[in-house]
């Protein structure tokens, strides 16, 4: 799928590389050398990635309104959180905590989900308008949240793309509503992440410790974090990554129902 370019220079500083999982997330997992160790799934050799990397990226999927308005305070609020549970700051989650933790597990699997299955852009029937927009008007009016329609008619899939996560946010939210989640640590390996966790409802917060809906605050052995890993890698599209894969056991393909209640 082609995406547009900014003018040169990007003077209108639009955000073209979108990460799927946010950057701090990825940075919670760098090595001493600030990189991640990427496999993928039909690759020959891994990767080491700095969370920068466009490689965890989409590129101008969505609008700069839905980038810089709507995602980012979803990211901030929940990047506020981990910080203080990966310090020791916050032992167990209250209820504003909870939601802002759903929040941005939704829009992780909802950027996944877009990025796999991309909407088209929208052709208008209507008159053409009188004159064209020039690329720096259009990237000024997108940089201040409007949307616009090319010369041909046309809205660009990214806007359409931006709408919708409003959309579906508000519909998973309420499937949601009321969910709590454990912070789970692991005492014995490390977790990996997947690009993405749809199947199950589990956040990765760091090597050490991750987020799991639905399961209490607990420590876990090496036996169980390799059940998650497992769980991550079987149902990842891609490619998953963590600090050092060496260290995170994967156990294939176990059910997760029940086994940590307690």
């Known amino acids: 799928m082609r995406h547009p370019k900014p003018q040169k220079g990007n003077p209108h500083k639009l955000t073209i590389d979108q990460h799927i999982f946010p950057k701090a997330c990825i940075s919670r997992f760098t090595d001493g050398q600030g990189t991640v160790q990427v496999r993928r799934i039909n690759g020959d050799q891994d990767l080491w990635l700095t969370p920068s990397n466009s490689y965890f990226c989409a590129r101008r999927l969505w609008d700069q309104?839905?980038?810089a308005m709507f995602m980012k305070s979803i990211e901030d609020r929940f990047q506020n959180i981990a910080k203080k549970i990966v310090a020791g700051a916050i032992v167990t989650l209250d209820t504003e905590m909870n939601a802002a933790?759903?929040?941005?597990?939704l829009l992780w699997t909802l950027r996944h989900e877009r990025f796999v299955s991309p909407l088209p852009d929208v052709k208008l029937s209507m008159v053409q308008p009188e004159r064209?927009?020039?690329?720096d008007t259009q990237e000024i009016l997108e940089a201040n949240g409007y949307i616009f329609a090319l010369p041909d008619n046309t809205i660009p899939s990214r806007f359409m793309t931006g709408v919708r996560f409003v959309i579906d946010m508000d519909r998973e939210r309420q499937r949601m509503a009321g969910k709590t989640w454990g912070i789970v640590k692991s005492t014995e390996a490390e977790f990996l992440v997947p690009d993405n966790f749809s199947a199950y409802s589990i956040l990765p917060l760091s090597p050490m410790i991750t987020l799991m809906e639905g399961h209490p605050d607990q420590h876990i052995d090496f036996k169980l974090v390799a059940d998650i890993n497992g769980q991550?890698?079987?149902g990842c599209h891609h490619y998953y990554f963590a600090?050092?894969?060496k260290c995170c056991p994967i156990l294939?393909?176990?059910?997760l129902n029940g086994m940590f209640d307690g």
């Open 65 to 67: 309104k839905a980038e």
């Open 101 to 105: 933790v759903t929040d941005m597990y």
């Open 132 to 135: 064209e927009l020039s690329v």
């Open 232 to 234: 991550a890698v079987h």
């Open 243 to 245: 600090r050092n894969i």
């Open 252 to 255: 294939k393909h176990v059910a």
